[in-house]
């Protein structure tokens, strides 16, 4: 793992295979590390022939914290979207986005394939839409639009995502089954369910960084960020939608959304997917990745 100083913060990075080959970008979730994007599924796009970068988004993993804003007052927050207000926020997905062009140069990276996952969806197709001459190929996964027409969350998913979690300081068994639980919870009915292997993960999480203000803060980024289609209708790179059609968080309709916003997406929908990536679809996915990244123009 390096560090690389990137729109005015540090951000943590890992590279894979072959530094000559057209690079694929790779950005997290929400409140979730780079380590998502397991390396086992790296090895997939890096035996494709592509060098793959993964990073900490702000407020995740090693990447900088930004402690010294106040806690969000998600209350306020509601109150201020649902009134047709935009609130003052640490930072947008904008400036997340800018990040993650900040990190390639940094690396010296003068166009990228850039796959999204979640909130790092969002974040990719702010790059598509506002960065165009830097984004080779798009792959948004499991995310959203931003219209606000679009069906709402299962209640239940959502009501466990946000409880507050067992500190993992003093209660760390009670914090890995509260998140296997919700992982179970939104993984889908189409593949199994490996506990160990997420439990293992969400501890090395633990082990790397834990910080639920700095999610909150992401959580912020997201609710003010609003609807882009508009921008996303002069997206010009070549465009993949990945969604699973068991998705809890994101429903189906917001991939289709996604697609629809974008001119000439493919969508591809998944049975039995639900919002995560389970290693059984880790070889379509990368196919899927490699597919788009041949429409491009080249760099």
């Given at each position: 793992?390096?560090?690389?100083?990137?729109?005015?913060?540090?951000?943590?990075?890992?590279?894979?295979?072959?530094?000559?080959?057209?690079v694929?970008?790779?950005?997290?979730?929400?409140?979730?590390?780079?380590?998502?994007?397991?390396?086992?599924?790296?090895?997939?796009?890096?035996?494709?022939?592509?060098?793959?970068?993964?990073?900490?988004?702000?407020?995740?993993?090693?990447?900088?914290?930004?402690?010294?804003?106040?806690?969000?007052?998600?209350?306020?927050?509601?109150?201020?979207?649902?009134?047709?207000?935009?609130?003052?926020?640490?930072?947008?997905?904008?400036?997340m986005?800018?990040?993650?062009?900040?990190?390639?140069?940094?690396?010296?990276?003068?166009?990228?394939?850039?796959?999204?996952?979640?909130?790092?969806?969002?974040?990719?197709?702010?790059?598509?839409?506002?960065?165009?001459?830097?984004?080779?190929?798009?792959?948004?996964?499991?995310?959203?639009?931003?219209?606000?027409?679009?069906?709402?969350?299962?209640?239940?998913?959502?009501?466990?995502?946000?409880?507050?979690m067992?500190?993992?300081?003093?209660?760390?068994?009670?914090?890995?089954?509260?998140?296997?639980?919700?992982?179970?919870?939104?993984?889908?009915?189409?593949y199994?369910?490996?506990?160990?292997?997420?439990?293992?993960?969400?501890?090395e999480?633990l082990?790397?960084?834990?910080?639920?203000?700095?999610?909150?803060?992401?959580?912020?980024?997201?609710?003010?960020?609003?609807?882009?289609?508009?921008?996303?209708?002069?997206?010009?790179?070549?465009?993949?939608?990945?969604?699973?059609?068991?998705?809890?968080?994101?429903?189906?309709?917001?991939?289709?959304?996604?697609?629809?916003?974008?001119?000439?997406?493919?969508?591809?929908?998944?049975?039995?997917?639900?919002?995560?990536?389970?290693?059984?679809?880790?070889?379509?996915?990368a196919?899927?990745?490699?597919?788009?990244?041949?429409?491009?123009?080249p760099?």
């Amino acid at each position: 793992m390096d560090i690389a100083k990137a729109n005015g913060i540090e951000l943590a990075w890992e590279s894979f295979g072959n530094t000559n080959g057209e690079v694929v970008l790779l950005i997290a979730g929400l409140g979730t590390q780079m380590i998502r994007w397991t390396a086992p599924f790296c090895a997939h796009l890096v035996a494709l022939g592509y060098r793959v970068v993964r990073f900490d988004n702000r407020d995740a993993g090693y990447s900088t914290h930004l402690d010294a804003y106040p806690a969000v007052n998600f209350g306020a927050l509601a109150a201020a979207l649902g009134a047709g207000e935009r609130p003052e926020v640490p930072y947008t997905l904008y400036d997340m986005a800018a990040d993650a062009i900040g990190l390639m140069d940094a690396l010296g990276i003068a166009q990228a394939h850039i796959v999204g996952r979640s909130m790092g969806g969002m974040i990719a197709q702010i790059m598509a839409s506002e960065h165009a001459s830097r984004v080779l190929s798009l792959t948004s996964i499991m995310s959203s639009t931003g219209n606000p027409a679009l069906p709402q969350a299962a209640p239940d998913a959502m009501a466990m995502m946000m409880q507050p979690m067992p500190d993992p300081s003093f209660d760390r068994a009670g914090f890995l089954s509260r998140s296997s639980a919700f992982a179970r919870r939104i993984a889908g009915s189409g593949y199994p369910f490996d506990e160990e292997a997420h439990r293992a993960l969400a501890s090395e999480e633990l082990s790397r960084a834990y910080d639920p203000a700095g999610t909150g803060r992401q959580i912020a980024a997201v609710g003010v960020t609003g609807d882009r289609r508009a921008r996303l209708s002069a997206v010009t790179a070549p465009t993949l939608v990945i969604h699973g059609n068991d998705d809890p968080l994101f429903l189906p309709d917001c991939g289709r959304d996604t697609a629809a916003s974008i001119p000439e997406a493919e969508l591809l929908l998944i049975a039995g997917m639900g919002h995560d990536l389970p290693v059984g679809v880790w070889q379509q996915i990368a196919g899927k990745i490699d597919s788009v990244a041949r429409r491009a123009a080249p760099a």
